[in-house]
């Protein structure tokens, strides 16, 4: 009888094991996170390499991966999903291109964050954090509506715009609340636009990488302005391609006029420093990267993360709730702070 209770202990240690072993790799733990995030300008890898470092002082177990392209990143999101993570952070490459593969969110029912671009055509996404971007247009507009004095009839000026990568969201958000808000200013002849391209197909900056704003630039500068005419302001989309706006302008020797930007860059604010960049709009990775952050820890340990919108982003398939942070400008009067 000894012998058979012996046995039959070692059967069921065996089985214990034997189960043990064959569980889903997918288990990887109460408090693991995948982060999926593009790798194509140092902001997103500064944003990851910061929430990552929230996460992991905080004892949960992260698994990031980068990626270049929009095929990439789907396939890494598959791979990261295959896991059974407690939840998923992307940072979309293309906004509308996510829609097949989150359907293996859903199935494993991981929650999905969006970081600071809203993923759209979806119902797996369960929360978005970002920056307010209806904000941050609507800073650019008053900032060139009050160096150009054109509240009080000042003008005309010529102006040249230019937007982010059309794939992005937020791109088309900035532009248009801009676009909505100088608009009177161009019907009025305060503002004039030259090159006529006011829509923003004709400006967008392909997949927002800086060196396809060069020939545009270019383009503008040899067309529209060979004449000895002044381009008083250019709306940047963000902060390296204002860079390489101002290295064009530079290089064919035309005054540096009133340019916008994004983002904080650290060459941004010296550019801001030395009197050539005007202004930008500072998202300080650090707040948005703290913000997900308690978000996912509010997500895996299963309460209500902080949320301050449940109106604005309609994703076209449902309202997602955001929690948005306060963007800042920067321009000559505080760049010391930053």
Known sequence: MRKMKFLLAVFFMIFSVAMTGCGSKSDIGVKSVAICFPNTTPSWQRNAAALQSHLEEDGFTVDVKSSATVEEQQKQIEEALQH??????IGAIDSAALVDVLEDAKKYEVPVIAFDRIILNTDAVSYYASFDNDAIGEAQALYFEAALNLNSGGGPYNIEF??????????HIFFKTVKDMLDPYLKKGQLVCRS????FNSVAVKDWQAENARPRIRELLSKYYSGGETLHAILAPNDEIAGVILEEIQRAGRPVPLISGLD????AIE???????TFTIAKDPDVLTAKCFRMVKAVVEGTQPDINDVTTYNNGVKIVPAYLCTPQIVDKTNVNNF
């Open 196 to 199: 006529g391209q006011t829509d």
């Open 264 to 267: 904080g860059d650290p060459k």
């Open 84 to 89: 059974k993570p407690k939840c998923i952070v």
């Open 271 to 277: 550019r801001i420093k030395n009197g050539q960049q």
């Open 162 to 171: 230019f937007a982010g990568g059309s794939a992005d969201n937020n791109a």
